[in-house]
């Protein structure tokens, strides 16, 4: 039973940096993709960054450029979110995902397991 539990998160003000972490068990053997996604109130869940699990090759959507690091800890099946200069817009909530690397790694469907989410939020 695959499982991803979050922690992290919480309240800053613009400008601050946040860290969100996310321990994976249950994974199987072979290369998966891990992401974090996010959820605005009223809008779709984006990507904000990718990662695989034997590559380690980091992707990143447009927002999260240049202000987000995403790593993976392969010996303690951690993946991290590290976020800095934060700004308004990117209050959301916060899921991690993982899934067999078979499309493309930004596509939100090619992710069958979620973490449970973790608020962030920016207050200007």
């Known amino acids: 039973q695959v499982q991803l539990v979050q922690s992290g998160g919480g309240s800053v003000q613009a400008g601050g940096s946040l860290k969100l972490s996310c321990v994976a068990s249950?994974?199987?053997?072979?290369?998966?993709?891990m992401g974090w996604f996010r959820q605005a109130p009223g809008k779709e869940r984006e990507g904000v960054a990718y990662?695989?699990?034997?590559?380690?090759?980091?992707w990143y959507d447009d927002p999260a450029k240049g202000r987000f690091t995403i790593a993976l800890d392969n010996a303690k099946n951690t993946l991290y979110l590290q976020m800095n200069r934060l700004n308004a817009d990117d209050t959301a909530m916060y899921y991690c995902?993982?899934?067999?690397?078979?499309?493309?790694?930004?596509?939100?469907?090619?992710?069958?397991?979620w973490g449970q989410g973790t608020q962030v939020t920016v207050s200007a």
């Open positions: 995902a993982a899934g067999l690397c078979g499309g493309r790694i930004t596509d939100r469907n090619e992710y069958r397991y």
């Open positions: 249950g994974l199987i053997d072979g290369e998966y993709c």
């Open positions: 990662i695989r699990t034997h590559s380690l090759s980091p």
